[in-house]
Protein backbone atom coordinates (compact mmCIF):
# COMPACT_ATOMS: atom_id res chain seq x y z
CA UNK A 1 0.00 0.00 0.00
CA UNK A 2 1.21 3.58 -0.76
CA UNK A 3 1.32 6.25 1.75
CA UNK A 4 -1.06 8.32 -0.32
CA UNK A 5 -3.72 5.33 -0.33
CA UNK A 6 -5.75 4.94 2.86
CA UNK A 7 -8.89 4.25 1.68
CA UNK A 8 -9.27 0.86 3.83
CA UNK A 9 -11.51 1.11 7.07
CA UNK A 10 -9.35 1.61 10.50
CA UNK A 11 -6.36 2.91 8.34
CA UNK A 12 -4.18 5.83 9.57
CA UNK A 13 -4.32 9.06 7.42
CA UNK A 14 -0.39 10.17 6.81
CA UNK A 15 0.51 13.17 8.80
CA UNK A 16 0.36 15.29 5.46
CA UNK A 17 -3.66 14.44 5.59
CA UNK A 18 -4.34 15.20 9.19
CA UNK A 19 -1.56 17.80 9.90
CA UNK A 20 0.71 18.35 13.10
CA UNK A 21 0.53 16.86 16.58
CA UNK A 22 1.96 19.08 19.69
CA UNK A 23 2.43 16.38 22.23
CA UNK A 24 2.96 17.11 25.53
CA UNK A 25 4.48 14.88 28.39
CA UNK A 26 4.89 15.92 32.44
CA UNK A 27 7.97 14.03 34.09
CA UNK A 28 8.08 13.82 37.21
CA UNK A 29 10.07 16.69 39.24
CA UNK A 30 12.06 13.99 40.70
CA UNK A 31 14.29 13.17 37.19
CA UNK A 32 17.06 14.46 36.22
CA UNK A 33 16.92 17.04 33.30
CA UNK A 34 19.16 14.37 31.25
CA UNK A 35 16.58 11.71 31.76
CA UNK A 36 13.72 14.29 30.62
CA UNK A 37 16.21 14.62 27.27
CA UNK A 38 16.23 11.61 26.36
CA UNK A 39 12.82 11.01 26.82
CA UNK A 40 12.72 13.49 24.15
CA UNK A 41 15.04 12.08 22.29
CA UNK A 42 13.44 8.69 22.21
CA UNK A 43 9.71 9.97 21.64
CA UNK A 44 10.98 11.93 18.66
CA UNK A 45 13.19 8.87 17.09
CA UNK A 46 10.05 6.50 17.51
CA UNK A 47 7.28 9.01 15.61
CA UNK A 48 10.21 9.79 12.76
CA UNK A 49 11.57 5.84 12.29
CA UNK A 50 8.21 3.70 13.41
CA UNK A 51 5.02 3.59 14.65
CA UNK A 52 4.90 4.59 18.56
CA UNK A 53 2.32 2.56 20.43
CA UNK A 54 1.35 3.96 24.19
CA UNK A 55 -0.02 1.73 26.80
CA UNK A 56 -0.41 3.34 29.98
CA UNK A 57 -0.26 1.68 33.10
CA UNK A 58 -0.98 2.66 36.69
CA UNK A 59 2.55 2.92 38.85
CA UNK A 60 0.64 -0.01 40.80
CA UNK A 61 0.23 -2.07 37.85
CA UNK A 62 0.64 -5.82 38.76
CA UNK A 63 2.95 -7.79 36.51
CA UNK A 64 -0.24 -10.08 35.49
CA UNK A 65 -1.98 -6.60 34.86
CA UNK A 66 0.66 -5.47 33.21
CA UNK A 67 1.70 -8.57 30.99
CA UNK A 68 -2.63 -8.29 29.99
CA UNK A 69 -1.95 -5.18 28.80
CA UNK A 70 0.73 -5.66 26.55
CA UNK A 71 -0.83 -9.11 25.06
CA UNK A 72 -4.20 -6.89 23.98
CA UNK A 73 -1.46 -4.06 22.34
CA UNK A 74 0.00 -6.76 20.66
CA UNK A 75 -3.22 -8.04 19.35
CA UNK A 76 -4.76 -5.03 18.21
CA UNK A 77 -1.20 -4.52 16.12
CA UNK A 78 -1.28 -7.47 14.82
CA UNK A 79 -4.89 -7.32 13.59
CA UNK A 80 -4.27 -3.64 12.15
CA UNK A 81 -1.59 -5.32 9.77
CA UNK A 82 1.44 -3.10 11.64
CA UNK A 83 3.08 -6.01 13.07
CA UNK A 84 6.20 -7.59 10.71
Not at 47 to 63: C, E, K, M, N
Request: aromatic content about 4%; charged content about 25%.
Amino acid sequence: MKLDQCDAPGRLRPAWEVGSVLLEVDLPDEWPPGLGLAVAAMIRRSLRDGFPVVIPIRRDATPEELEAALGAATRVIQEAGLAA
